[in-house]
């Protein structure tokens, strides 16, 4: 199946090749979309002489810092356009081992509309994470999956393997999140839709180069999405339904 690696980039100009080179050794067959919004450190220069060596990758610059569901949705529309059939999303700072996407997309190919590598499903892990920030994390899920009445471990999960048609299905112009919140958005959309999820395991390790670009503005924007397409579909939608059942029960 046709496959596009789309990688958001800003101020990664220290991973950028390092990144590049190891998803073209596992996955040779595979494009890659490098989304950069305009980083100042060279990035989008660095991922385009690599791509000259190594073939297959192309960069997206886009004129501003505008976001990491932005860039996703820019980088997807472009493998859409392209007929791609999977549609891959992966950090560029080497959190997420290239080296598991080959079982990413083999859960789509074998019928997945999308493959998560998950931190918190048996056999993932967090190595090094003090136990503040993995209570975070797990908290942070829990949360989530208990608003939206969805059965996920990982829901905030970055690495993920999407089969293209679903992300036609959901439609990106109805996708609105600025920030990490993209990813659970985009995770309760196909699942709301009837689409199937599976969660592999992962080893997520942080950064060794660079400086992460998560903010408490990025996870007060989720919380406060994930608290309002709660409220909004598991109970004013409940509501609504409860009074058209009772005025057709009336008439």
């Known amino acids: 199946m046709r496959t596009l690696v789309v990688i958001p980039t800003y101020q990664e100009a220290e991973n950028i090749a390092d990144v590049l080179d190891r998803v073209r050794a596992v996955v040779p067959a595979a494009d890659v979309l490098v989304v950069d919004d305009s980083s ?35 980088g997807f529309r472009q493998g859409l356009d392209g007929g791609y059939e999977i549609l891959v999303e992966m950090d560029a700072d080497l959190s997420h081992d290239p080296a598991a996407l080959p079982e990413l997309l083999a859960e789509v190919e074998r019928g997945a509309d999308l493959a998560i590598g998950s931190r918190y499903v048996s056999g993932g892990s967090v190595p090094g994470w003090p136990k503040h920030r993995l209570w975070l994390s797990r908290a942070g899920n829990s949360y989530s999956a208990a608003v939206l009445g969805i059965h996920l471990r990982d829901v905030t999960a970055g690495y993920r393997a999407y089969r293209a048609e679903v992300v036609r299905e959901i439609g990106l112009d109805h996708v609105h999140s600025q920030g990490y919140g993209f990813q659970v958005e985009m995770a309760y959309k196909v699942l709301r839709g009837g689409g199937t999820v599976v969660e592999l395991p992962i080893t997520f390790r942080d950064r060794v180069r660079g400086t992460s670009k998560m903010s408490l503005w990025i996870v007060g924007e989720a919380v406060r999405q994930v608290t309002w397409w709660g409220f909004r579909d598991r109970v004013l939608r409940r509501r609504k339904d409860r009074r058209l059942r009772t005025a057709g029960a009336a008439s």
């Open 40 to 74: 100042p450190d060279g990035t989008a220069d660095l991922a385009e002489v690599t791509g000259k060596e190594l073939g297959g990758i192309s960069v997206l610059r886009r004129p501003s810092k505008e976001g990491l569901g932005p860039a996703y949705k820019a």
